[in-house]
């Protein structure tokens, strides 16, 4: 199974700051990486996939780089409603495995 | 619209068995890969099983293997997951999810498709206690 590491495991940041997570796999994926939020009791939602395509309805303020084992979501003005868990999912093949999330708390 | 519901939310105890359905609508259902994933307390995600979009091909993850079973009906829209032999480690929120793909062409014989869970549920709550 590939696995997938992300960092930081948390960070506090403030309204408006630029904030950056990393997730790095154990093997090359090439860009076949994605990106999910998700809020306390709700189910993950999709930010980026395919490493830096951005999902339809999704603010510009998030983006993603990254290919082969690397990669980073960004945002670039944090808004109060970001304040969530992040993760990374590989779809490169089967299992399709998840980082171990980055939690985004307000300072 | 697009959407996954869930169902069979329990409490059973432990050795004992559950049926979880994932009910889908808006889309074509038929034509999609479908996962199981589940967030145990305070924990990240985990995929636990997928069924190919005809049920053709299953997969499931180590810590499940010989005791969970997917399924799906196309004729009436729905994902299941059998659960059998429960554990406490089995407790956890179940959610279902699509996967869609996107097809970049890079020449025109050389094609990718990116995957990625494009549609979930709510998610429903196993139990798993004595």
């Known amino acids: 199974d590939i696995q997938m590491t992300q960092s930081p495991s948390s960070l506090s940041a403030s309204v408006r700051d630029r904030i950056t997570i990393t997730c790095r796999a154990s093997q090359s994926i090439s860009s076949y990486l994605n990106w999910y939020q998700q809020k306390p009791g709700k189910a993950p939602k999709l930010l980026i996939y395919?490493?830096?395509s951005l999902q339809s309805g999704v603010p510009s303020r998030f983006s993603g780089s990254g290919s082969g084992t690397d990669f980073t979501l960004t945002i670039s003005s944090l808004q109060p409603e970001d304040f969530a868990t992040y993760y990374c999912?590989?779809?490169?093949?089967?299992?399709?495995?998840f980082g171990q999330g980055t939690k985004v708390e307000i300072k | 619209e697009v959407q996954l519901v869930e169902s069979g939310e329990g409490l059973v105890q432990p050795g004992g068995s559950l049926r979880l359905s994932c009910a889908a609508s808006g889309f074509t259902f038929s034509s999609y890969a479908m996962y199981w994933v589940r967030q145990a307390p305070g924990k990240g995600l985990e995929h636990v099983s997928v069924?190919?979009?005809?049920?053709?091909?299953?997969y499931y993850a180590d810590s499940v293997k010989g005791r969970f079973t997917v399924s799906r009906d196309n004729s009436k829209n729905t994902l299941y997951l059998q659960m059998g032999s429960l554990r406490a480690e089995d407790m956890a929120v179940y959610y279902c999810?699509?996967?869609?793909?996107?097809?970049?062409?890079?020449?025109?014989?050389?094609?990718?498709?990116?995957?990625?869970?494009?549609?979930w549920g709510k998610g429903t709550t196993v139990t798993v206690s004595s």
């Open positions: 395919a490493a830096s």
């Open positions: 999810a699509r996967e869609s793909s996107v097809v970049v062409t890079a020449t025109p014989r050389k094609k990718y498709y990116y995957y990625y869970m494009d549609v």
């Open positions: 999912q590989q779809s490169y093949s089967t299992p399709r495995t």
């Open positions: 069924i190919s979009s005809n049920g053709g091909s299953t």
